[in-house]
Structures are given as structure tokens and as C-alpha cells.
């Protein structure tokens, strides 16, 4: 490795497959992971694995090929990226019930999942008329970036949309009549388990994007693009455009939300403390704790340590924490 490549790679990936003896996993996963010093998040649950790994290229590549040699993972993909920094404080692998939570009992989206559609194909499909266009992600993502003619259905948490797709398949709703339907997300989780959803109930024609917005942005010309603003993603870059460059958002550090030019403008925005989302949500000590946490970071990056501070408390209106395998990277994002 040259002294201009980055040193550590970052993998994420996701794959549903059926996993009854998810939870025999986790031992020895979180043991490799260790040992290899790697650093992130992975989840296991009965319908897969879902996460967000980092390290020196090496260890991440000893992790991946130990689960690729189950047969289970042998189609296992992920997205790399570099970084200068590690992007994790720990490593944790965690059981869960779903990779992803949409709260749909019996769904089973490693054998109902609807139709891929590479990148260099998506365009096509979603400028037909007759194809109903959906972005599954929350609002606060689709607020700052989005697909031309793409639904938003204004929801908090992934888990909101079965109430949503419901709502819209009811005479004069957008899903009426089960017509033709592309989704989208992030790295390609959600917009996989959102097909499932529909398949399962008599929706014929359900497409969603292979590799997610992420595979899009780095597939196709920014001038072919129907892709307009930043997408949001789970790590420290915030957002990302055209060609997987960094976006212009920052993540405000009290409630997680990402912030534009607008937002870092505003009186409300205190570095670390408060921003237009969260202003006057904090107790006087929490706005303490946030300024003082934030203090220790700048000192920490003035030393070229890394600061680990307390949790913070969630913003009710952002809640990717409880949706962490949302989009890992954006969960393979």
C-alpha cells in the first residue's frame, strides 16, 4: 500500500438468506473480527446478515472470506470504501430479528424478493409513466437527495412503510390496482425487502435497484443522471454524490441529523450541541454534557487521538439507530 492509498477499508454488505442457526454465529464471528482487528457492526438474525466492517484491507478481507466459506455466504457481496481514519470505536455483532426491521411476520424476502435492475438499466424503468416510482428510505434521507419522480412516503422508520404501502393500495392511493413499482434505498437492503412486501401481497410487477443508490451514483454519468441532491449515508462522510464524492452535509452531533448549508447557517446550529432539528429539545445539562463532549473532541483531534464520548440522546425524529441495519454504509446501505 502506497502512502497515497488510504489505510483502512471499510466493507459493507448484507445477503438474506436462511439462517436458522444464526445465533452459533455470533461467537465466533465476534472473536474473528477481534482478532483480525476489525471494527463495526454486524447483524444476525433468521433471515441473514446485514453490517459494516472496517480495518487494515487485510483483516477485512480474512473476515469476509471466513463467511464466504459457508455455502450459506458463498454469493456474499459488499461495497468497499477507504478512509483515513477508523470510522468505529468497537466491534459488535449483534442477534437480531430481522437484518432489517420492517415488523412483517413470515416474510421471506431470500425466496420472494422482486425483479433487480442494474444501475445502467434503472433509467429506463423509471421513465416509463406507468411505473410508480418509491423511495423507501425516511424522510430525513429523502430530504436531501432523491430520484426524479420517486414517491417519498414520509416515514420515520423503515417500519412504518407496510402501514404506508397499505394506506396506498386502497381505491384512489398511489398503489391502487397493483401497478408496476421500481424502489430504491440506499445500498439496496431496504428497496429488496420492500419488493418481498408487495409480492406477497399480489403485486406482480415489483422491480428495486441492484447495489442501491451507492451503485447508481458510482455507475452511472453524472450527465445521464436522474439523480438530483446528495444521498445520506450511515458513516462519517454523511453524504455522498456523483461518483461516490463526499456531499456538503454535516451530521449534527446532538441528534444525528444531517445538516445542509441552510441548517449550518442557522442560530440554532451550535457545533456538537444543538442544531434546527433539535434546538431547545435538551435539558441545561445535556446542552452541558453536548459542549463539554464537544470540547473533548477538539481537543482529542488536536492531540490526533480518538475521543470516545458518552451516548447521546436521539432526536425523536431520527431514529437510525434503532434502524442500524437500515443501510449499512448505507448496511449496504
Known amino acids: 500500500m502506497d502512502s497515497v492509498t488510504p489505510r483502512f477499508l471499510t466493507a459493507a454488505l448484507y445477503q438474506f438468506v436462511d439462517l436458522p442457526d444464526f445465533a452459533a454465529l455470533r461467537e465466533p464471528l465476534q472473536s474473528l473480527c477481534e482478532t483480525q482487528r476489525v471494527r463495526g457492526m454486524l447483524l444476525l438474525a433468521p433471515e441473514g446478515i446485514n453490517g459494516t466492517i472496517a480495518g487494515e484491507p487485510q483483516g477485512v478481507h480474512a473476515v469476509l472470506a471466513w463467511l464466504r466459506s459457508d455455502a450459506r455466504f ?27 426491521t420492517l415488523g412483517v411476520p413470515g416474510l421471506n ?9 442494474k444501475p445502467e438499466d434503472w433509467n429506463a424503468l423509471i421513465d416509463d409513466p406507468g411505473v410508480v416510482v418509491v423511495d423507501t428510505r425516511n424522510s430525513y434521507e429523502v430530504g436531501i437527495g432523491t430520484f426524479e419522480r420517486a414517491i417519498n412516503p414520509h416515514t420515520q422508520t423503515f417500519a412504518e412503510l ?10 384512489g392511493g398511489v398503489l391502487a ?25 399480489g403485486f406482480e410487477e ?4 441492484e447495489g442501491g443508490i451507492l451503485k447508481y451514483l458510482e455507475t452511472v454519468p453524472e450527465e445521464a443522471s436522474r439523480w438530483h441532491g446528495d444521498c445520506f449515508v450511515f458513516d462519517e462522510r454523511v453524504s455522498v454524490g456523483h461518483g461516490l464524492v463526499p456531499g456538503h452535509h454535516q451530521l449534527c452531533r446532538s441528534c444525528r441529523m444531517p445538516l445542509g448549508e441552510t441548517e449550518l447557517q442557522s442560530p440554532h446550529y451550535v457545533p456538537g450541541v444543538s442544531c434546527p432539528y433539535c434546538h431547545g429539545t435538551r435539558t441545561p445539562e445535556q446542552e452541558r454534557a453536548l459542549a463539554e463532549r464537544e470540547r473533548q473532541m477538539q481537543l482529542a483531534r488536536l492531540r490526533g487521538q480518538e475521543h470516545i464520548g458518552a451516548q447521546q440522546p436521539c432526536h425523536p425524529a431520527r431514529t437510525a439507530a434503532k434502524d442500524a441495519g437500515d443501510d449499512g454504509m448505507g448496511g449496504a446501505t
Do not use: D
Not at 109 to 117: D, E, L, S
Open 177 to 201: 390496482g397493483k401497478p408496476r413499482v421500481a424502489m430504491f434505498c440506499t445500498g439496496g437492503i431496504r428497496c429488496e425487502k420492500s419488493t418481498a412486501l408487495l409480492k406477497s401481497q
Open 74 to 100: 458463498a454469493a456474499l457481496q459488499h461495497k468497499e470504501a477507504r478512509a483515513e481514519r477508523m470510522p468505529f470505536y468497537r466491534m459488535r455483532v449483534r442477534l437480531k430479528r430481522e437484518i432489517v
Open 162 to 171: 407496510p402501514a404506508w404501502v397499505a394506506q396506498q393500495s386502497q381505491p
Open 109 to 117: 424476502t431470500a425466496r420472494n424478493a422482486g425483479t433487480y435492475v
Open 206 to 209: 415489483v422491480y428495486h435497484l
